[in-house]
């Protein structure tokens, strides 16, 4: 069964920054992609960053230039550093693991980000 398990998320000040994890119960490269996603209280959840299993990255255009996704295919993990903080970032940040017709969730990891 595959599990993904976010971590990394908290509370921080406008400007600041926070990296979240996300770590896979078996290898990432059962994945064809992997991505972030956000839910914020009444919002619809939307993606934040994709990247494919070559490496092919793309973002949100809201996230653009401050959010970096990265995977560490050697850990299982992939990463969301975020960089320069809003507090229109605040929400649920979820991790997704794309399988051929499949997706898999994590449960999320709350960010708060105060003005």
């Known amino acids: 069964q595959v599990q993904l398990v976010e971590s990394g998320g908290g509370l921080v000040q406008a400007g600041g920054s926070l990296r979240l994890s996300c770590e896979a119960s078996?290898?990432?490269?059962?994945?064809?992609?992997m991505g972030w996603y956000r839910q914020a209280p009444g919002k619809q959840r939307e993606l934040v960053a994709h990247?494919?299993?070559?490496?092919?990255?793309n973002y949100a255009d809201s996230v653009k230039g401050r959010f970096t996704i990265s995977r560490d295919n050697a850990k299982n993990r992939v990463y969301l550093q975020m960089n320069s903080l809003k507090p229109e970032d605040t929400a649920v940040y979820y991790c997704?693991?794309?399988?051929?017709?499949?997706?898999?969730w994590g449960q999320g990891t709350q960010v708060t980000v105060s003005s």
């Open positions: 078996g290898s990432i490269f059962s994945f064809s992609a």
């Open positions: 997704r693991g794309e399988r051929g017709l499949s997706n898999f």
């Open positions: 990247i494919s299993s070559g490496g092919s990255t």
